[in-house]
């Protein structure tokens, strides 16, 4: 689960990290109100969408010459009219794809002096096991491209989780940044700060770009992107509460509320199928008859009548779906469960593509029965190969 700017900056900022005073806003005139809270006389007026690149991003609405997501205001006035500009427009980003995303809140902040702008990063590093912190002197800019061009200018450090942050990995960041002296320090201890902030939220990510030196000779974090585990976030209702639906794919929202795993992918033919490795295998074997998969669905083991039925109607309802392949061995999930969800979900839903279902297991015959009983035009199939077989065929006969 990802979180805003302003509730990142107001969560590391009890850790300790240094962030420049601001107020979310919602409203034109809440955003006045917050720049109006500031000692001034620089505010920055940020759009809050899940997704960075906001600076460089253009407005739909608003024509290629109108500044992005990100601005300077040295009056109220002009901070009326950043407000103005972004709230309900639509925000595109290297990040958001085409499409974009409404602006439905703000951020008024401080303006700073920035001398320089660093990049620093907390992450999981799969291959070492540990928590890595990535810094770079190259901030404020697309961090993959630095990494690709200028691979030297990137710095990792792993932690030991045995011993945790260390007064040493301080130094070594501080090292990374090039700073000597007072800002040796605080780069020390805003890593400190980030490290304990990481550990204590269960977050998976936390990015710092940039992480400015501002002219008065502070360091200050003026971007933050903080993302959490999903699966220990039942350890943090406090942060749960920072979830912002809007932000969320809308398919993707509905499948959580049943506790389905449902991932959306780029092919055609949509997949529900009962346990994760089930349906890689599912995926696998489309791929391997000539198509893709529309989606990755895992109803899990014990599903309702009514989850394989929401699940039923996730599918139906993207409109990239050109057939069906449900593949379901019934072990915990009896057969004739899944096969009254099926007919139930068809028949409420006007199934209007081929669907081809393989069922396998505890009351298959009864399944079976019911499939084929139902008057709709559902194809049975026998096993994996069989069925995959069957729908590239289906799909590939009506389109
Ligand atoms: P994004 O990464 O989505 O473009 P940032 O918050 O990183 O958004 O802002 C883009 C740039 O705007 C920063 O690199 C920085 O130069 C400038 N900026 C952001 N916040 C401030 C601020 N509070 N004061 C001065 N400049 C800022
Ligand atoms: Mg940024």
């Known amino acids: 689960m990802n979180i805003h700017e302003y509730q990142a900056k107001e969560l590391l900022a009890k850790y300790g990290a240094p962030i420049a005073a601001g107020h979310a806003a919602f409203t034109v005139e809440e955003a006045v109100a917050a720049a109006g809270k500031l000692p001034g006389p620089l505010y920055v007026v940020k759009a809050q969408i899940h997704a960075g690149g906001r600076g460089k991003g253009k407005f739909k609405e608003l024509g290629p010459d109108a500044k992005g997501g990100v601005r300077l205001a040295k009056t109220l006035d002009e901070v009326k009219a950043a407000a103005t500009d972004m709230l309900g427009n639509t925000l595109v980003t290297i990040q958001t794809g085409p499409a974009g995303k409404q602006v439905n809140r703000l951020y008024v902040?401080?303006?700073?002096?920035?001398?320089?702008?660093?990049?620093?990063?907390?992450?999981?590093?799969?291959?070492?096991?540990?928590?890595?912190?990535?810094?770079?002197?190259?901030g404020g800019m697309d961090i993959e491209e630095v990494a690709h061009s200028t691979p030297e200018k990137i710095h990792t450090i792993a932690i030991d989780p045995a011993t945790g942050f260390m007064p040493h990995h301080g130094r070594r960041i501080?090292?990374?940044?090039?700073?000597?002296?007072?800002?040796?320090?605080?780069?020390?201890?805003?890593?400190?700060?980030?490290?304990?902030?990481?550990?204590?939220?269960?977050?998976?990510?936390?990015?710092?770009?940039?992480?400015?030196?501002?002219?008065?000779?502070?360091?200050?974090?003026?971007?933050?992107?903080?993302?959490?585990?999903?699966?220990?976030?039942?350890?943090?209702?406090?942060?749960?509460?920072?979830?912002?639906?809007?932000?969320?794919?809308?398919?993707?929202?509905?499948?959580?509320?049943?506790?389905?795993?449902?991932?959306?992918?780029?092919?055609?033919?949509?997949?529900?199928?009962?346990?994760?490795?089930?349906?890689?295998?599912?995926?696998?074997?489309?791929?391997?008859?000539?198509?893709?998969?529309?989606?990755?669905?895992?109803?899990?083991?014990?599903?309702?009548?009514?989850?394989?039925?929401?699940?039923?109607?996730?599918?139906l309802a993207d409109p990239a779906v050109k057939g069906i392949l449900v593949n379901i061995f019934g072990g915990i999930m009896k057969c004739d469960i899944i096969a009254e969800g099926i007919v139930a979900a068809a028949k409420e839903v006007n199934l209007s593509v081929p669907l081809v279902v393989r069922l396998e297991g505890t009351n298959v015959h009864m399944g079976k029965d019911i499939l084929a009983s139902s008057g709709l035009p559902i194809v049975s199939a026998d096993d994996l190969g069989d069925a995959a077989k069957k729908i590239v065929a289906q799909v590939k006969a009506v389109s």
């Open 174 to 315: 501080a090292a990374a940044l090039s700073l000597t002296g007072d800002l040796a320090k605080q780069a020390a201890k805003v890593a400190s700060s980030l490290y304990a902030a990481f550990l204590g939220t269960d977050a998976s990510q936390i990015e710092i770009n940039p992480l400015a030196v501002t002219e008065q000779g502070n360091l200050l974090v003026l971007d933050a992107k903080v993302g959490f585990d999903g699966n220990a976030l039942f350890r943090h209702p406090d942060l749960m509460e920072l979830r912002d639906e809007t932000e969320e794919d809308p398919a993707e929202l509905e499948a959580s509320k049943y506790d389905l795993a449902y991932i959306k992918l780029d092919g055609d033919i949509g997949c529900m199928v009962n346990g994760a490795g089930l349906a890689m295998a599912t995926m696998d074997i489309i791929k391997l008859n000539g198509m893709f998969p529309a989606n990755f669905l895992d109803v899990g083991g014990g599903a309702s009548k009514e989850k394989v039925t929401a699940a039923f109607k996730i599918i």
């Open 109 to 138: 902040t401080d303006g700073a002096d920035i001398a320089k702008e660093f990049y620093l990063a907390l992450l999981v590093d799969r291959a070492t096991g540990r928590i890595a912190m990535v810094a770079s002197t190259e």
